[in-house]
């Protein structure tokens, strides 16, 4: 069974100043992993998503994030945050090679941008 | 379709009553997904179809919830003799294959149960 640790319930951040969401998992298994953007009243749209390859992944947004192995992280990242990127923000792990588990969510954390 | 719909958006039910929620995935995704999201649980992974396939469906709650999907297309999650706790936003994906590739999530339906 897989795991997921979202750190950070709340991360408050000054508009303009960079931000790291916090993203640990575990897992038995080789998995894929994904972060994902909730803003209010609104589905789930992806973010990123690391399958293989490169461990720092780019994704829409200007948002990144670095696959760690030795740490079982997968933390997310955006070197300059605005207004409009307040939302909650989601980490999840899907089982390599499966999928018929769905994917599991961390807890979620809300990014609250200050101006 | 644009992208994954989901009917109705808001729903009000009295304890003790049925209820049926549609997810209208993209067309020609072969995997489909429900899950619910709650302020307690998060969000949690209920029923899984390849197709109209349901390998596994011991991530629903209880046996009061059902799930079909019919002609590789529409499912419905059916939720019988509702109750309070079943309160929470129900949120249904497609994907073109189960596993690697991306999950399209549709807005929900929120579920109130008085």
């Known amino acids: 069974a897989q795991s997921v640790t979202q750190l950070d319930s709340q991360v408050p951040v000054f508009e303009e100043a960079p931000v790291e969401l916090r993203c640990n998992y575990s897992s038995s298994v080789s998995v894929y992993l994904f972060w994902y953007v909730q803003y209010p009243n609104q589905g789930l749209q992806l973010l990123l998503k690391y399958l293989s390859g490169s461990t720092l992944v780019k994704g829409i947004n200007g948002f990144e994030a670095e696959f760690n192995k030795s740490q079982t992280s997968f933390h997310l990242r955006k070197p300059s945050v605005h207004i409009s990127d307040t939302a909650e923000y989601f980490c999840a792990v899907d089982p390599l090679g499966g999928g018929a588990d769905g994917l599991t969510f961390g807890k979620g954390t809300h990014l609250i941008i200050q101006p | 379709g644009a992208g994954v719909s989901q009917s109705p958006s808001n729903k009000v039910t009295e304890k003790g009553k049925d209820v049926e929620l549609r997810c209208d995935p993209i067309?020609?995704?072969?995997?489909l997904y429900w899950y619910r999201q709650s302020l307690g649980q998060g969000l949690e992974f209920l029923i899984y179809f390849q197709g109209n396939s349901a390998p596994d469906k011991s991530g629903l709650p209880s046996d009061r919830f059902s799930a079909e999907r019919t002609g590789g297309s529409v499912s419905t999650l059916t939720i019988q003799r509702t109750q309070q706790e079943d309160s929470a936003v129900y949120l249904c994906?497609?994907?073109?294959?189960?596993?690697?590739?991306?999950?399209?999530f549709g807005p929900g339906t929120r579920l109130t149960v008085t």
């Open positions: 067309s020609g995704h072969t995997a």
């Open positions: 994906a497609s994907s073109q294959v189960a596993g690697a590739y991306e999950q399209y």
